[in-house]
């Protein structure tokens, strides 16, 4: 059976839960990482990685960004909540991740934890790859 891509519904579920920002842009993206992020996560997160009150948590200084690597991507490839996801629930339901590639999810991983003023170590697609396989269903 064909399975929707949930990545590519990400801007449109944002135009439906109004994730807009007033936020300026911040430096133009470079690398791959930056440019996936650009494709697969800018509409809600927005160039800077801030919060907006109500519509999205930051990803700027985020214990959960900055965090243990399993529990930052099997968040973002599956929707599993991490410990250090704060409580308070969005309004909008963020799509899961985890029909992207290794090295693609890698990079947008590595760009958020080098990104908007945090400083956590890059991510290997081997470690996608081992976290993918211990999730296998
Ligand atoms: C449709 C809007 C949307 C898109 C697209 C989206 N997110 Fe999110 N993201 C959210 C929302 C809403 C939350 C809060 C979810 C919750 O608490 O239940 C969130 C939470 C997060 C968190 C946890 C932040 C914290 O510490 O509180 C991370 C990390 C994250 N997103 C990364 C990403 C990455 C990486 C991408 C792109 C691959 C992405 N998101 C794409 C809406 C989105």
Do not use: Q
Request: hydrophobic share 45%; glycine share 10%; net charge positive.
């Amino acid at each position: 059976m064909e399975r929707l891509r949930p990545a590519a519904l990400g801007p449109l579920l944002c135009l439906v839960a109004a994730c807009g920002g007033t936020n300026a842009p911040a430096e133009p993206p470079v690398g791959p990482g930056a440019a996936l992020y650009a494709r697969y996560c800018v509409a809600c997160h927005m160039p800077d990685g801030s919060a907006r009150e109500g519509l999205r948590p930051a990803l700027a200084l985020s214990p959960t960004v900055n965090g243990p690597v399993p529990a930052l991507a099997v968040w973002v490839m599956y929707g599993e909540r991490p410990a250090t996801l704060s409580g308070r629930p969005y309004p909008s339901v963020m799509p899961r991740y985890a029909t992207l590639k290794d090295d693609e999810l890698a990079a947008i991983l590595s760009y958020v934890r080098g990104a908007f003023g945090n400083s956590a170590a890059a991510v290997g697609a081997a470690d996608i790859a081992a976290l993918r396989a211990s999730h296998a269903r």
